[in-house]
């Protein structure tokens, strides 16, 4: 369950919200808030005024993997290896079973062949794989993705899609601009001006948004 209660923050302004879904797709204009909105529910920024629970618990009591928009930012270390193997070392996991942690999330993400690669030499799809390896790698009980499909290819974004579907996180909350991967989602959050404008499934929320660019081109194509 994800609730949130009187949030002011910033730019938000989210007096009630209440999702009980798996995958929580969340759109809406550039400025709209969702980079916000998802760095409280990660516990990145701590809001203003009002609570936030995720399964019942603050977001800092809660394992989260997080990938941004800008890989390039959040990663941390100069080779792949050290870079996904880092969460489970903070959590001071075994040697051995780090490493086998590190190699089934490169192999989850099909970068098995560039863990041994400096960071500094991949391309910007490697790193999105690479960072969204080190997200899964210790198998968070809560994924957010801010737009890390936005700067991809169709085949590496296709990738990270499948890594999310298939993931075993309770919430898979994932901000994109692509409103085709948005209605493969449970549940939509569309914000504007910093608050939750619509919300339910993406049935419900496209229905609101069809004479906008706000919808699925699969969807105008078979109506």
Not at 104 to 117: E, F, Q
């Amino acid at each position: 369950m994800i609730r949130i209660r009187g949030l002011a923050h910033r730019v938000l302004d989210i007096p009630d919200l209440r999702v009980d879904a798996r995958h929580v797709a969340v759109i809406g204009e550039n400025g709209s808030g969702k980079t916000t909105l998802l760095s409280v529910l990660a516990g990145i920024e701590e809001p203003a005024t009002g609570t936030v629970r995720l399964l019942d618990r603050s977001p800092s009591a809660v394992k989260i993997g997080w990938v941004g928009e800008f890989p390039d930012r959040t990663l941390l270390f100069s080779r792949v290896y050290d870079e996904i193997a880092s969460t489970p070392r903070f959590r001071h996991r075994p040697c051995s079973e780090t490493d086998e942690r590190v190699r089934a999330a490169a192999g989850r993400v099909g970068i098995p062949h560039l863990l041994d690669r400096s960071i500094r030499d991949l391309s910007g799809g490697e790193k999105a794989l690479a960072a969204l390896a080190a997200a899964v790698v210790d198998d968070p009980e809560v994924l957010i993705l801010d737009e890390a499909d936005s700067h991809l290819d169709a085949g590496t974004a296709a990738r990270v899609g499948k890594v999310v579907r298939e993931s075993t996180a309770a919430h898979v909350l994932w901000c994109t601009q692509s409103m085709d991967a948005a209605a493969e989602a449970d549940y939509l959050i569309f914000m504007a001006e910093g608050g939750v404008r619509y919300h339910g499934t993406p049935e419900e929320v496209f229905a609101a948004l069809e004479e906008t660019c706000f919808y699925p081109t699969t969807w105008r194509v078979r109506r």
